[in-house]
C-alpha cells in the first residue's frame, strides 16, 4: 500500500508542476485498483504507471455498473453478457478488455513457481477439497473481477474518498482541524503514515466516520428476512402500524438510515464533531453493514481510506493563495458531482458530471 502512495503522491506533485486540473476520480481508482490487484494477485495492474490513469479500462467497468438494476430483476440478462463472444461484448463497450482476469488466473494456475499461489486470494480455493468444476478458470475469474470491482468500486475506493476530500477542501475549519491532529501525530509530511497511527487519532477517525455516513460505497437497498418472528412497525408520525408475517422481505439503503433526522441532527451536513459528542451513534451506523452478511473487506478498506486520505491532506494545503503545495476546489458541487445521483449499486453523481476536479499546485 505504501509503494501505491509513493507513486500517488508522485503523480499528484508532477501534475502540480504545472498547476493543471486533476480529475480526482480516475487517479484514486488508479490507486485503489494497483493495491486492490496486488493483494489479490500478488502483483498490480499498474495502473498509476499509465500517462491517462487507465481511464478507459474505468470507464468500460462501469458500464456493468449500469446494467445492474436488469441483471437483478432479469437474471437472463447477465447469464447472456456472460456467455457472449468477447467481440459482442466489445460492441456494448468498446474499451472492454474481458480477458485480464482470466488470464491472471491461468497465469497463477499454470506458473512454476509452487508458492505463486500464496500470494493470491486463490489458494484457500485452488488447494481446498472442492469439486473441481468450482475450480475452473471462468469461476475463479469472476471471484477476480467482483473482487477487484468492490476494491476500487466501493467504500475505500475512487468514490468514498473523492467525497472525503471535497468535504474537507469545502469545510476548511474541519480541514485545519484535521490537519492539525495529523501534523502532531506525523511531523514530517513527507512521511506515510501507518494505519496504527491514524486510527489512533479521535478527530480523523471521526472524519472517516462522518465521511461513510454521508457518501456510503454501496447505495442499493440491503435485503432482510427475519425467518421465524413476525416484525411490527410503527410509523411515529401517524401510530399507524404494520404487521410483516416471518419471511417477509424487507429492504432499505443505507441513506434512509444514516439520514434519519431523529438519530443524527441536520443529517446532510458534514460535522465530524458528532461523534466525538455521543460515541453510541455507531449503533446506527451500518456503512458495511451489520451481521454475518457484513462488508468482508470492511478492515481492509478503512486501512485504504485511512492511509490514503491522510498522506494527501498532511501534505496539501488548501489554496488561499499562497506558495507551496496546495489544492483548489475546481468547478465541483456537492449536488452534482459528489453526492449520489443515481444507485447503480455503487453511488454515481449526475450524468454528465466530471466528478471532484482539484488544481493542484507545487
Known amino acids: 500500500m505504501k509503494e501505491s502512495m509513493a507513486k500517488l503522491l508522485s503523480r499528484i506533485e508532477a501534475t502540480g508542476e504545472s498547476s493543471k486540473t486533476l480529475r480526482i476520480h480516475y487517479i484514486l481508482k488508479a490507486c485503489t485498483s494497483d493495491i486492490i490487484t496486488k493483494y489479490a494477485f500478488g502483483e498490480s495492474f499498474h495502473f498509476l504507471d499509465e500517462e491517462d490513469y487507465a481511464a478507459p479500462y474505468m470507464e468500460s467497468t462501469d458500464v456493468y455498473h449500469l446494467f445492474n438494476h436488469a441483471f437483478c430483476h432479469f437474471p437472463w440478462i447477465g447469464t447472456l453478457i456472460a456467455s457472449a463472444p468477447l467481440w459482442a461484448i466489445k460492441n456494448i463497450s468498446p474499451r472492454f478488455d474481458g480477458d485480464v482476469e482470466q488470464a491472471r488466473v491461468k497465469d497463477i494456475r499454470n506458473s512454476p513457481n509452487p508458492d505463486r499461489v500464496k500470494s493470491t486470494i486463490f489458494e484457500g480455493v485452488l488447494n481446498s477439497k472442492l469439486p473441481e468444476i468450482e475450480k475452473s478458470d471462468a469461476r475463479m475469474a469472476h471471484e477476480a473481477q467482483l473482487v477487484v470491482f468492490a476494491g476500487q468500486g466501493t467504500t475505500g475506493s475512487a468514490y468514498t474518498l473523492s467525497a472525503a476530500l471535497y468535504e474537507l477542501l469545502a469545510n476548511p475549519q ?84 444514516h439520514s434519519n433526522p431523529e438519530v443524527f441532527d441536520s443529517p446532510y451536513d458534514f460535522r465530524p464533531q458528532r461523534w466525538l459528542d455521543n460515541p453510541r451513534l455507531d449503533r446506527a451506523f451500518i456503512g458495511f453493514a451489520r451481521g454475518t452478511r457484513n462488508c468482508i473487506g470492511m478492515n481492509f478498506a478503512r486501512q485504504e481510506m485511512f492511509i490514503i486520505l491522510a498522506t494527501i491532506i498532511r501534505k496539501y494545503e488548501l489554496y488561499v493563495g499562497q506558495e507551496g503545495p496546495t489544492l483548489e476546489l475546481y468547478e465541483t458541487t456537492r449536488e452534482r458531482d459528489i453526492d449520489v445521483n443515481r444507485d447503480m449499486i455503487i453511488p454515481f453523481p449526475a450524468p454528465g458530471s466530471h466528478g471532484l476536479r482539484v488544481k493542484v499546485r507545487s
Open 174 to 257: 474541519e480541514l485545519q482541524k484535521t490537519k492539525a491532529e495529523l501534523s502532531k501525530a506525523i511531523p514530517d509530511p513527507s512521511l506515510i503514515p501507518s494505519f496504527a497511527q491514524l486510527e489512533a487519532l479521535p478527530y480523523f477517525s471521526a472524519v472517516m466516520q462522518e465521511i461513510l455516513r454521508i457518501h456510503p460505497g454501496i447505495v442499493s437497498r440491503m435485503p432482510r428476512v427475519s425467518p421465524e418472528s413476525a416484525i411490527i412497525y410503527t410509523n411515529k408520525r401517524n401510530g399507524k402500524s404494520y404487521h410483516l408475517p416471518p419471511g417477509t422481505p424487507t429492504n432499505m439503503t443505507v441513506q434512509i438510515a
